[in-house]
């Protein structure tokens, strides 16, 4: 799985769109970017993932860049329950295999009041 | 409700005393997985399952045991915990068709 980089921490205010930012300059063609984020130390929590559209659902936002060597997730309208560990990972979606995630540092985000 | 439901969620135990931590999830997942989490470390797993009686070993599986004997339960059994297994434990399950990994809320274990 091609390795990502990601910004230790960032603020929002709240109510304002929180941008992460996530690089992946080594992904392969058939991986795929997926978001989770860990509140406190509660279990990690599926947000979003694409492979080169751009996804939205009802939690966030995923824009992946034409080269696909970047992303940012975008959650529209932070409140403070987003304050989180965000994870950007990078894996083939495979399917019947061992789909281990590898989770690296991650984004720590907090929304300011 | 989907989910992904961990027993215990706080633990502490001696050393050498066995104890199993059972995970079940009511999604009917082919896939079920074992991670801790240490700090510095992030998140290791231990063990996984890609369906009934078929296990195999992840990243750190010294100490630990799993067993799947139905699709549903996945318990992770340490039978002779040793203090450096002092962690935060998660399971997680997926199906074969969505490519989404559901944690539980997490067990964390103090051997003492």
């Known amino acids: 799985d091609a390795k990502t980089t990601q910004p230790p921490s960032m603020d929002c205010a709240e109510g304002r769109a929180a941008n992460l930012p996530c690089n992946h300059s080594?992904?392969?063609?058939?991986?795929?970017v997926y978001w989770y984020r860990q509140i406190h130390s509660q279990g990690p929590q599926y947000i979003i993932h694409g492979l080169k559209n751009n996804e939205t659902n009802e939690m966030a936002s995923l824009i992946i860049t034409e080269d696909r060597k970047s992303s940012t997730l975008i959650l529209p309208h932070a409140t403070l329950r987003d304050t989180a560990v965000y994870y950007c990972?990078?894996?083939?979606?495979?399917?019947?295999?061992?789909?281990?995630?590898?989770f690296g540092t991650g984004t720590r985000l907090t929304i300011i009041p | 409700e989907a989910q992904v439901t961990q027993n215990p969620r706080y633990l502490i135990t001696v050393t050498g005393k066995k104890l199993t931590v059972t995970c079940s999830q009511n999604?009917?997942?082919?896939?079920m997985s074992w991670y801790r989490q240490d700090p510095g470390l992030g998140l290791r797993q231990i063990y996984y399952s890609m369906n009934v009686e078929v296990t195999d070993k992840g990243d750190v599986p010294e100490g630990y045991k799993v067993s799947r004997k139905e699709k549903r339960n996945f318990p992770l059994i340490l039978e002779s915990p040793s203090p450096n297994q002092t962690s935060l434990y998660f399971c997680a399950s997926s199906s074969r068709e969505r490519d989404i990994q559901y944690f539980g809320a997490g067990t964390r274990l103090s051997v003492l």
């Open positions: 999604m009917n997942h082919e896939y």
């Open positions: 990972i990078v894996r083939v979606a495979l399917g019947g295999g061992n789909e281990k995630l590898t």
């Open positions: 080594t992904i392969s063609g058939n991986e795929y």
